[in-house]
Every structure is written in C-alpha cells, then in structure tokens.
C-alpha cells in the first residue's frame, strides 16, 4: 500500500470507542465494517479489538464514527477514502451493504452515555489504603525525644534490620515516631534517615 501511516485525528479519536483499532493502527491498517457480527468480526478479549475471522486484520464496526466508508482496507491491501479524516464536518456515508450471512442486529439495551473526555480513560481501582502499622510496645518506648536526635534513631533501625524486614522495620519505626512527635518531625527525620 502507498499510503503513509497516519494517526486518526483529534476530532475522530474522541468519538471512536476506546478500543477502536483506528486507535491502534494507521489508516488503512484495519477494515471497517458496517456493523458489528460475531462470526465473521468475533471479540479478541488479547487484543482487545474485533478481529476479522479469515484475516486477523482489527476491524472497526462503526464507520459512522470513524468516518470512513465501509471497507477490507488492510485484508485487501485497498486504501480507503480518508476525506472524512482530511474534513471533519465532512463525514462520508458508508456504501456498501452488509455481508448476506450476517448476523441481525439483536435487541437493544439502554445505553448509559459515558461523558467523552472519560471514553478513553481506564482508570484503575485506586487500592484500599494500608491501615498504619501499630509500632510494638518496646519500639515505641525507645523512640528519643529530642528531635534532632529521630533521624538517627530510625536509621539505626533501619542498619539493624534483616534485609527482608527493612520495609516493616521502616513503618514501625515511623509508626512509633509518631507517637512522640509531629508529622513534619518525623518526615524529616525520615528524610534524613534514608538520605533524601
């Protein structure tokens, strides 16, 4: 194909679903077909994106979204129309019927509409933030009481931990510190304990 690798637009990228291969591929590196059809464009749950069962080309079933005609652009090394990547109030309407054995259309849920500026954004569930360790008794009580003396106290701890303790050995340590003195004394004495 003689086509140059073009990303899809701004104003197409925020209209095409978020796993759109138009996303993923430049243009005329996927097919667009008219609609989606679980046997012939089936789900790949890998590569997250339709694929096309014969070629294993991304398929994009929304051509209305991706402004570009309907067409097996990458499976059939054709290059496609891309005025309405060029225009974008200029969308061009899709020209070609569906496949005869493909699947009708099945009924239709409600949908419930995602505001556009969060379609592309997968946004991790934020982990339970750890409950603060309780410093054992005999820590707590050896924790000094003059401040300047805290950053050493910790590093002192921190020497004489067990390489794989050191991560507990340094919450408990904070944990007893805080006890005693002030959230900005202890994060400096940290801070000094460990170098920063």
């Known amino acids: 194909m003689s086509l140059e690798r073009r990303a899809t637009p701004p104003w197409i990228a925020d209209d095409v679903c978020t796993y759109c291969p138009s996303l993923q591929f430049g243009l ?4 667009v077909a008219e609609r989606p059809d679980p046997r ?11 694929l096309d069962a014969e070629t294993g080309v991304g398929v994009c079933v929304h051509p209305h979204k991706v402004r570009l005609p ?3 652009y990458a499976s059939e090394g054709t290059e496609p129309d891309a005025s309405g990547w060029d225009e974008p109030d200029d969308a061009p309407e899709p020209t070609s019927e569906p496949p005869a054995d ?4 099945g009924p239709r849920k409600p949908a419930i509409a995602m505001p556009r500026f969060l379609r592309r954004i997968r946004h991790p569930a934020a982990p339970a933030a750890p409950a603060a360790p309780e410093a054992p008794a005999e820590l707590a009580a050896a924790v000094p009481d003059d401040p300047s003396a805290l950053g050493r106290w910790i590093a002192a ?8 303790d050191f991560a507990d050995t340094l919450a408990y340590a904070e944990a007893a510190a805080r006890t005693r003195h002030p959230d900005e004394v ?11």
């Open 28 to 31: 005329g590196e996927f097919d």
């Open 40 to 50: 012939a464009w089936p789900w790949n749950p890998e590569r997250a994106l339709r």
């Open 70 to 72: 309907v067409g097996r």
């Open 102 to 105: 493909a699947a009708a259309p």
């Open 157 to 164: 701890q921190l020497h004489a931990a067990a390489p794989e």
């Open 186 to 196: 202890v994060v400096a004495a940290l801070r000094d304990a460990l170098g920063a």
